[in-house]
């Protein structure tokens, strides 16, 4: 187990790197303000979700061997820029709502709460810099002799889900109330709904094109 210093510094890092304007917050943001708070809450617990399986991995030793091979790097990276210039292609296309209400299709306001968790999972799977930057970092706050690694490793996971959580969180709550009131203006709901789509867009361009 880490001690209360190790654990109290790894969240407030955990806490900036949040912060810190990535595809995945950017991510949050979008999805927050085209479909409401509540949707932008889901994605990130499905983003925390796919933080589970990178920790795991990471403790078990998977991720050493995962970023080893250029294959799986790169098959990877292109199958999360595919899924992400879908949802690009969704959003861009996305119909206005009678009376700038959104419609439910892709890039208004309804939506499936599992269909966003899975969103997020798959968002946060489908980057393999996470794994990578997970297997450089959590082992940094692990000290073998305060007992396991994995165990540690396990434990400084969850940590940083939590810091994931509210950050994330903060942002989705945020973001969904100012989209709810672009919402009430066909025209603001356009505007949101074609800049959801370049976001995207551009997100998929530069996962596409990352390096290892």
Not at 3 to 23: C, H, K, M, N, R
Not at 54 to 81: E, M, Q, Y
Not at 116 to 135: A, D, E, I
Request: charged share 10%; with cysteine; net charge positive.
């Amino acid at each position: 187990m880490p001690s209360i210093e190790t654990l109290v510094a790894f969240f407030g890092v955990s806490v900036l790197l949040g912060l810190s304007p990535g595809p995945d917050n950017l991510f949050v943001l979008m999805q927050s303000a085209q479909r409401g708070w509540r949707a932008g809450m889901c994605v990130v617990l499905g983003l925390c979700g796919g933080l589970v399986v990178h920790t795991t991995a990471v403790a078990l030793g998977l991720a050493a061997v995962f970023a080893a091979s250029a294959l799986a790097f790169t098959l990877l990276k292109f199958v999360g820029a595919a899924y992400l210039a879908w949802l690009a292609w969704g959003a861009l296309r996305a119909p206005v709502g009678s009376g700038g209400a959104a419609a439910p299709a892709a890039g208004g306001t309804g939506y499936s709460a599992w269909r966003m968790v899975g969103r997020g999972v798959v968002m946060n799977l489908t980057n393999p810099k996470v794994l990578v930057f997970f297997l450089a970092f959590l082992p940094q706050f692990a000290d073998p002799a305060r007992g396991g690694v994995a165990a540690q490793i396990m434990v400084l996971g969850c940590v940083f889900m939590l810091a994931t959580l509210l950050v994330f969180g903060a942002i989705a709550c945020f973001s969904g109330v100012f989209g709810t009131l672009l919402q009430r203006s066909a025209r603001a709901q356009w505007v949101l709904n074609r800049l959801a789509g370049l976001v995207f867009l551009g997100l998929a361009v530069r996962l596409a094109t990352v390096q290892r």
